[in-house]
Structures are given as structure tokens and as C-alpha cells.
């Protein structure tokens, strides 16, 4: 059993320290993700906190032969975000939705901190190919299922498949 | 199986992604158990979306600032509840307690109240009846007493007979409303199966005339008995009969007798 398996079933057992812990692991990446759908400070940090205690109360319903954990909380952050942008409130507040990309985010996001990671997914978003900004865009941040991209950027769905293949390789060579 | 192949397909990233359905979410979990190297690529992928996403965030969140909210949502509501409810309902039963025992106790008092009450009407009752009684008797007395004193009686002492010596009677009589008064405190109470009988007498020559029994001489309290009389009498006398009296008398149980003073 891996070090992340172990905590994830401390976690379920309603283990506060292996709570913390994954909340540290994943808490600004759920952050990111949220805010890039409702695209507003205030809310997303409501909707993170929403989803961590979402992620705690139904713990038990998490299994690892159903996916990776981060995958099973990435999914309650954008059924959570995309429920607020459905929202009546959310759509009074929000008539003129900026179409930002996360890359676009990113490259006008002045808080980022100094580690390398940061700079250097600064520099790869500045030289993404627009394919790779679109594919990464919908299928993590937004959700979109392999067909529905497919569909949304009129491209066979085996290209989606590669392409996106291609796009995270590149990732990972800056900050792996 | 070509594992460099799987991994060039571009699944692993879609699993990351969680778009793939439960069958092939549960064999990608099944190969990740056998190949260490999928595993590790896997790991790899979610390290880099990981980090990809958390750039995206304009800001962290603390886990501290965080659990306050979790603990509201968990705790607070819990250790809240109990103590405002305590209070009020500790408070409440004992009120409701405190007016049961009270409202029982005066129920009991009133139970107590009305027994006694009843006992005092029942004595009450007893003692007027006891009044009526008295008054009854005074009255019945009082008349005796005019009888007796009227200017027309005549008294005529009895006197003991024989081996009734110690016995006597007295008769008042009336000749105005034919009526006697016959004082029979001197006689002893007839023994069982006997019965006193008065005679009225006239003598030359001797003739008995029965004014009747006395039955209920043995309760009687006065011994006094009013008798009708409408002879001539001379003479009274008092035997001791068999029970229902008898036709003659018996002069062996002849205990008393008396003259009447010759007529004016």
C-alpha cells in the first residue's frame, strides 16, 4: 500500500491529520479549478471549502478501484462549480463572463509565487500551442468528456486522446 | 501486453481526468496493480495536473482558516443544542412536578375535607334525630303529666298480694273520657311466655272484667299504659297470665290489687 493509499484510508476513517494533509496536497489545485469555472475570488474560496467538506462527510464513498482520489475530488470541485454557475444569483452577478482560459489566468496571475513550478508553467502556458491550451482547458478544468471536446473542437476523439497525451508530456517535462 | 503502447495511447490521462466509465476506471485499477511502471505514470500525470490546476489559484486557503468552517458545520451545532434546551426543560418539569405534587395534595386535602364533613353532617343528622327523640318524649311526658293532674282523675294505689307483696301499681283513672292510667313501675318484667293481664273488678259479687294485656310491658321505658275503661270498676287487679292473656283470671298470680275509693 502506497503512502497516498494509507492516508486516504486514515481520511476515511475521519483522521483530521490525514485530512489536513490531503487538504494541503490538492486545497489550491481544487482552488484553481474552481476559479477558473466561476471566475470569482470570493466564491471560489466559499465553493473550496464547500467541496473539502462535501470530500469529509462523504468520505465513505470513495473507492480507489473507482479512480484516483484527486480525481474523485476534482470531479465534486466542478459539479460544485458548474452547479453555481447554474445558480439564479450567480447569473444576476455574472452577465459579462470573461471567456479566460486558464493560460490566460496564469499569465495575468501577479500573486504566483517564486518556486520554479510556478515560473516555469509560466513559461509553458506563454509557449502552448493553442491546441494543447484548449484540450487541457476542457477536459481538467472544465470537465468535458473525450466526445464532448471532441465535439466542442471539432476533432476526431482518438486525436483528442493523443493530442492531450502529447500536451500533458510536455507539462511534466517542466515540472517533473 | 505492450505497456509502452498502453501508455502512448493516452489513457492514463483521461483516467486522471476522470472520464472514463466505471468498466474501464476498474481495469485501468486492475493493470496499475501488475505493471509498477503504469503506476508511476499515472503518479506522474496527476503530479502535473496537480500542479498545472494550483497555479490557476489566485490564492491559498489555509487548512486552519479552513477548519474553522468544518468545525462549525461538525461541532458547533452539536455542542450548542444541548445547553439552551437544558435549562428551560430542567426548569419546566420540575414545574410540572412541583404542580402535580401540589395539585394531588389538594385533591387529597379536599378528599379529607369532605369525608370529615360528612362525618360531621351524619353526627349532626344522629343528634337532631336524637333532639326529636327527646322532644317526642318530653311531650308525651308533659301530656301524662296533664292526664294525670286533671281535677276529675282518680288515683287508685295497687297493692302487693300475697307472696307479691314487694309488688305495687298504680291506676289514675278517668272517668270523664273512659280512660285509665295504669303506673306499673312496681311490677317485675313478665318472665318469658307470660304476660301481664289488668282486671277491672266490681265485687259483691265478684266479677272480673279484662281490660287487656300488656305485651309490650318489658320495653316499655315509662311503664306508664293508657287503657280504655268504660265499666263501672270497683275494683283493679293485675295477674300474671299465660301469653295472649286469659279469659278468668288466676288468682294465684294475682300480684297486685286496689280498691276504688267508694264514689263520691
Given at each position: 500500500m502506497t503512502d497516498l493509499e494509507t492516508l486516504v484510508k486514515q481520511f476515511q476513517n475521519k483522521d483530521q491529520v490525514a485530512f489536513e494533509k490531503l487538504y494541503d496536497m490538492y486545497s489550491k489545485s481544487i482552488h484553481g479549478v474552481v476559479y477558473n469555472i466561476v471566475k470569482d475570488s470570493d466564491i471560489a474560496d466559499e465553493l473550496m471549502q464547500d467541496v473539502f467538506i462535501k470530500a469529509w462527510n462523504k468520505a465513505?464513498?470513495?473507492?480507489?478501484k473507482k479512480g484516483r482520489f484527486f480525481t474523485w475530488i476534482l470531479n465534486i470541485a466542478r459539479n460544485t462549480a458548474i452547479d453555481k454557475t447554474r445558480s439564479k444569483t450567480y447569473k444576476q452577478s455574472k452577465q459579462?463572463?470573461?471567456?479566460?482560459f486558464f493560460v490566460d489566468i496564469i499569465k495575468s496571475n501577479d500573486n504566483l509565487d517564486a518556486s520554479t513550478d510556478a515560473i516555469g508553467i509560466k513559461k509553458f502556458v506563454t509557449n502552448l500551442g493553442q491546441k494543447c491550451k484548449e484540450v487541457i482547458e476542457l477536459l481538467y478544468f472544465k470537465g468535458f468528456t473525450q466526445k464532448e471536446a471532441s465535439e466542442e473542437l471539432q476533432m476526431p476523439i482518438g486525436t483528442i486522446k493523443t493530442r492531450n497525451r502529447s500536451c500533458i508530456q510536455q507539462l511534466r517535462d517542466i515540472v517533473l | 501486453m505492450d505497456i509502452i503502447a498502453y501508455i502512448e495511447s493516452g489513457i492514463l490521462e483521461l483516467y486522471v481526468a476522470g472520464h472514463l466509465s466505471e468498466k474501464e476506471n476498474q481495469d485501468v485499477y486492475d493493470l496499475l496493480q501488475q505493471y509498477p511502471e503504469l503506476l508511476q505514470e499515472v503518479i506522474e500525470i496527476e503530479i502535473a495536473v496537480v500542479k498545472l490546476t494550483a497555479v490557476v489559484s489566485p490564492h491559498a486557503i489555509n487548512f486552519d482558516s479552513f477548519k474553522g468552517k468544518l468545525d462549525f458545520s461538525d461541532t458547533k451545532v452539536v455542542d450548542l443544542k444541548p445547553k439552551k434546551p437544558n435549562w428551560i426543560s430542567y426548569a419546566g418539569w420540575a414545574a410540572s412536578i412541583l404542580l402535580t405534587g401540589g395539585l394531588l395534595w389538594t385533591l387529597n386535602n379536599k378528599n379529607q375535607l369532605e369525608e370529615n364533613l360528612q362525618i360531621v353532617e351524619t353526627e349532626k343528622q344522629y343528634l337532631e334525630i336524637q333532639i326529636e327523640d327527646a322532644k317526642t318524649n318530653l311531650a308525651a311526658t308533659k301530656n301524662l303529666l296533664d292526664a294525670i293532674r286533671d281535677k276529675d282523675i282518680l288515683a287508685v294505689p295497687l297493692g302487693g298480694q300475697g307472696d307479691y307483696a314487694s309488688t305495687y301499681a298504680k291506676v289514675y283513672w278517668n272517668k270523664n273520657d273512659n280512660t285509665i292510667y295504669l303506673d306499673a313501675e312496681g311490677l317485675p318484667n313478665a318472665p318469658e311466655g307470660k304476660v301481664w293481664q289488668v282486671w277491672s273488678l266490681t265485687l259483691n259479687p265478684l266479677t272480673p272484667t279484662s281490660l287487656g294485656t300488656i305485651d309490650d310491658f318489658n320495653t316499655d321505658d315509662n311503664k306508664i299504659f293508657a287503657i280504655a275503661n268504660a265499666n263501672a270498676s270497683q275494683a283493679f287487679g293485675i295477674t300474671l297470665e299465660p301469653a295472649g292473656g286469659s279469659a278468668y283470671p288466676n288468682m294465684e298470680q294475682l300480684y297486685t290489687l286496689g280498691i276504688v275509693a267508694s264514689a263520691p
Open positions: 465513505d464513498t470513495y473507492s480507489s459579462n463572463l470573461n471567456a479566460d | -
